[in-house]
T-cell receptor, first 110, second 119 residues
């Protein structure tokens, strides 16, 4: 079945440093979504990417979808303490079933 | 607008006991999902409903898990009997489908979840 892998599993940064998490799928995806889950909270939708090579920005967050639609990345510029949480990518293939990665836990030292 | 409501928020039971979780999706959302999230993992889909119809229950352990969505609004997920390995957070999510039985994974809205501990 479809597998979605994320690296790194954990990332600790100093406030102001950049952060990137990577997502790789074993199969070509129809689209990919990104969610953020704060400690003790529930996943909150951030964005969906559909097109090959697509790049979307939300303030300090930049999302990319690979040309082959098998990988994606989330980059945060100048992290803040409010960015703390686990970032999940979730990909769907031809059956549209959403498969979540294991997530990257980001901690930020003020 | 109220979000997805789940209850209870926490549940502690002994193994072999039954347990039920309830979810009320966002008003007007015809698609409802139940996920299980183990510690340190991403959510795993258990079942997806389109209105009152379960259209994808391939990952639901049917020997002990059951779900229903009467009238296509709120939903109940049941485990009977519970096992130690069922300890997890059970998340409900909903979304608005733009077409009949549209499987496309648009934005999903998650509830706060029910944290189940089986002792």
């Amino acid at each position: 079945g479809q597998q979605v892998m994320q690296i790194p599993q954990y990332q600790h940064v100093q406030e102001g440093e950049d952060f990137t998490t990577y997502c790789n799928s074993s199969t070509t995806l129809s689209n990919i979504q990104w969610y953020k889950q704060r400690p003790g909270g529930h996943p909150v939708f951030l964005i969906q990417l559909v097109k090959s090579g697509e790049v979307k920005k939300q303030k300090r967050l930049t999302f990319q979808f690979g040309e082959a639609k098998k990988n994606s990345s989330l980059h945060i510029t100048a992290t803040q303490t409010t960015d703390v949480g686990t970032y999940f990518c979730a990909g769907s293939g031809s059956n549209y079933k959403l498969t979540f990665g294991k997530g990257t836990l980001l901690t930020v030292n003020p | 607008e109220a979000g997805v409501v789940q209850s209870p928020r926490y549940k502690i039971i002994e193994k072999k006991q039954p347990v039920a979780f309830w979810c009320n999706p966002i008003s007007g959302h015809n698609t409802l999902y139940w996920y299980r999230q183990n510690l340190g993992q991403g959510p795993e889909l258990l079942i997806r409903y389109e209105n009152e119809e379960a259209v994808d229950d391939s990952q639901l352990p049917k020997d002990r898990f059951s779900a229903e969505r009467l009238k296509g609004v709120d939903s109940t997920l049941k485990i009977q009997p519970a096992e130690l390995g069922d300890s997890a957070v059970y998340l409900c999510a909903s979304r608005l489908s733009l077409a009949f039985r549209d499987p496309a994974p648009y934005e999903q809205y998650f509830g706060p979840g029910t944290r189940l501990t089986v002792t």
